[in-house]
């Protein structure tokens, strides 16, 4: 399931990049340095003139290979490139992700347990708000409170800190802070919205009121019987929503200049670097096909009726 | 009940009155649930409010958006600037104003064309169902998978150029900009329509249409489709609000409308390097765009609760 998705992925992104007008050697061409015929040779030499067929299969090949190709801009291979901003994406990620789930649950299930009470009302109000605001409003807002108005957190985000050991734990903590919040808080909401609903859905089931009858105390029912149930939609939930958390991580990144794989991929749109806009592209791509595998497993742990010949 | 209105149509042009009186009760019925829900009644004042200052505010408030003032820079509100300066000194007011049309305009639009495209592929793979409607739904999958902002940025960075040159700067940008966010949008109206036409294309009344000779095409716009509006009508309007923030997005990563078009997303791009001596230039548009997605959100809430009887049934 996973390849076929990969392929018809790298057929679209290749399409785009096909279709596009625009030359990649265009700023060579306006170079009077550059002579005609290196052009040329350089065309030559990177297939830019070859049908599209054979240059997708020579692309998706290279890709598959491991060989990304080097970036226009800095001459450094895009491999290269990636592998060092990911890791810095992936902590933000992650981070936010399970922010948000350590809010999500707890509240969902919550609300859900005692709906239409003052406590449900509350947090469906606040995660109603919490995912109308989108995530470069609520940055900018967290920069003018806590780095401006109160200067508590950094709002530039380093990765080179001159300090060594907990005071460096302590100051990569402190920048990521704000660009986790954002995130973890949008994720948070509507993520809260689903646990509840998805809670409410499973607590009205009679084999409930079956465990509450044969002398289940209450938590246990919610715990043991409830919760485990109604966490198999929430965990597809969470897979179909890595699209949009990288959504969110390319605007927080921008915002908070996080030095991840989303700030190199605006860098690299602005300065028409191709390689390395198509492989980030691919990247994420793999990404949210590999989150939606995890889902399907974690699902299959979930719900034994489901099995996977 | 809708399915009754439809299915008497069906029997003959006889009870056409009957049927007239009854989906007209059945709207009546909808706009009852949704007053009911009291803050999509605000959220529906409040849009209302704001569409109606976007649309009549400019031929009231009639000064400029790009007139430059350098001595009235960065100024915050005041009785001449009601709204405060940018770091031209042009008026905010006016700037957010005109902003406000674009990106509600750019909203519908996009979500005109998601419905549409949704609608479109969601009846013909329900309807057809078999080899159809598995590419169909293979193909919407894959849509679903695909990172939704990079590849907006990638082809809206790929293809401006060209349609700025065709079509001009604003109505290129403009074009382009609604497009894409519709043509990646439609994916979730695809797989409502198609679930709705699996189980009402079964349906008795659709049964007897197709007994009394309907086409395909009267079947489907006649009897099916009408019966399938309701989840259309509240995944367009959140989609609205999805859209409005994918416009407000690229604009704030600098690649959406160009700086003379002062969107609500473009000023606050503007903006965000101004923070700690002009707060108020980017917490305008900012909380523009958020009261809007609020309200449209709740709007939409209150929708569902309005249209789909099963949720009302439930509670």
Partial sequence: MAVPALVGISLVLFTVLALAPGDPFEELATNPNVPAEVRQNLRVQFGLDDPVPVRYVRWLTSMVRGDWGFSFVSRVSVDALILQRLPTTLFVLGSAQLLGLLIALPVGIFSAVRPYSLFDQVATTLAFIGFSLPTFFTGLLFILLFSIYLDWLPFIYRSDIDASGLRWMWESLKQGLMPIAVLGLFQGASLTRFTRSAVLDVIRLDYVTTARAKGLSEGATIVKHVVRNALIPVVTLVALQVPAVFTGAVITEQIFRVPGIGSLLIGAILSNDTPVVMAITFVFSCLVVLFNLIADVIYGWLDPRISYR | ?315
């Fill in chain 2, 1 to 315: 009940m809708a399915a009754e209105g439809t299915a008497s149509e069906a029997v003959g042009g006889g009870v056409r009155l009957a049927r007239a009186r009854e989906s007209d009760s059945l709207w009546h019925e909808a706009w009852r649930r949704f007053r009911r829900h009291r803050l999509a009644m605000v959220g529906a004042t409040v849009l209302a409010v704001m569409i109606a200052a976007v649309v009549t505010g400019p031929l009231v408030y009639r000064v400029a958006i790009n007139e430059i003032d350098f001595k009235a820079k960065l100024e915050a509100p005041s009785r001449v600037h009601p709204f405060g300066t940018d770091d031209l000194g042009q008026d905010l007011l006016a700037r957010i104003l005109y902003g406000g049309r674009i990106s509600l305009t750019v909203g519908l639009t996009a979500m005109l064309i998601a419905i549409s495209i949704g609608t479109a592929l969601g009846a013909l793979a329900g309807y057809l169902g078999g080899m159809v409607d598995h590419v169909l739904m293979r193909i919407t999958d894959l849509f679903l998978s695909l990172p939704q902002l990079p590849l907006l940025l990638l082809i809206v960075y790929l293809f401006r150029d060209t349609l700025r040159k065709t079509l001009g700067p604003e109505a290129g940008v403009f074009v382009l900009i609604v497009a894409v966010i519709g043509g990646l949008r439609w994916m979730p109206v695809a797989r409502l329509v198609r679930a709705q036409f699996l189980s009402l294309r079964e349906k008795e009344f659709v049964e007897a249409a197709r007994g009394l000779g309907a086409t395909p095409l009267r079947q489907v716009l006649g009897h099916i489709l009408p019966n399938a509006t309701g989840p259309v009508i509240v995944a367009g309007s959140l989609d609205v609000a999805a859209a409005i923030i994918a416009e407000s997005s690229l604009s704030f990563l600098g690649l959406g409308f160009p700086p003379d078009i002062p969107t609500w997303g473009r000023i606050l791009f503007d903006a965000k390097d101004t923070l700690d001596f002009a707060p108020h230039w980017a917490l305008l548009p900012g909380t523009a765009i958020f009261l809007t997605v609020l309200s449209i959100n709740y709007i939409g809430d209150g929708l569902r609760d309005a249209l789909d009887p099963r949720r009302v049934l439930g509670r």
